[in-house]
Every structure is written in C-alpha cells, then in structure tokens.
Nanobody, 115 residues
C-alpha cells in the first residue's frame, strides 16, 4: 500500500504563491501516475493536475498557466507550485495515486486565498 502526506498549505493573499508537497511512502515502486485534486466548501472534489512517471503533465483549464506540477522520483515526492492565486483557488488540496475510487489519498492540506 501507498501512504501519502500533503503539506505546504496556508493563507495567502490573492496574487501570491504557495508550493504544495506530497510525500509518498510504502509501496512506492508501484507508483506511476500521480494527481492533485481539490475540494472547496460545498463543492465536489475536482481534478487539478496530473503527472506521469515520465514527467508528462496536464492541467485543469482553471489552473493552466498558473500551476505547475512536478515530481522527484528519487524522493517519492510530488509538488504543486501555485502562482497568481485567486480566491476561487481556496480549497483543501489532496494528492492521489491509483484510481479515484480505490487509490491512495492523503489527508489534504488547506489553501486559503484572501481577496
């Protein structure tokens, strides 16, 4: 099994930046694609970004051009650099490995963007 721990969230003003970290442990050799999701209060969890083991990335339209996902396979860690943050980016951010329904999830890290 894979265990995931997110960190790096916090309170930032609109236009600011944060860098989130997702540290994986356990059966890390099974990890291929990693994803970031977020969930705002009263809303469904939504996909934010994806990165394959080879480094191919893709982003939700709402964050494209502002967020950058990366990973360090040697450290079993994924990152999410978030720039030009907006109040609508306020959410709990989660990292995920495997399928949405049965994969591994972290506990989440809160990101709050004030206007």
């Amino acid at each position: 099994q894979v265990q995931l721990v997110e960190s790096g969230g916090g309170l930032v003003q609109a236009g600011g930046s944060l860098r989130l970290t997702c540290a994986a442990s356990g059966s890390v050799s099974s990890i291929s694609t990693m994803r970031w999701y977020r969930q705002a209060p009263g809303k469904q969890r939504e996909w934010v970004a994806i990165i394959t083991s080879g480094g191919t990335t893709n982003y939700a339209a709402s964050v494209k051009g502002r967020f950058t996902v990366s990973r360090d396979n040697a450290k079993n860690t994924m990152y999410l650099q978030m720039n030009k943050l907006k109040p609508e980016d306020t959410a709990v951010y989660y990292c995920n490995v495997g399928s949405y329904d049965s994969g591994a999830w972290g506990q989440g890290t809160q990101v709050t963007v004030s206007s």
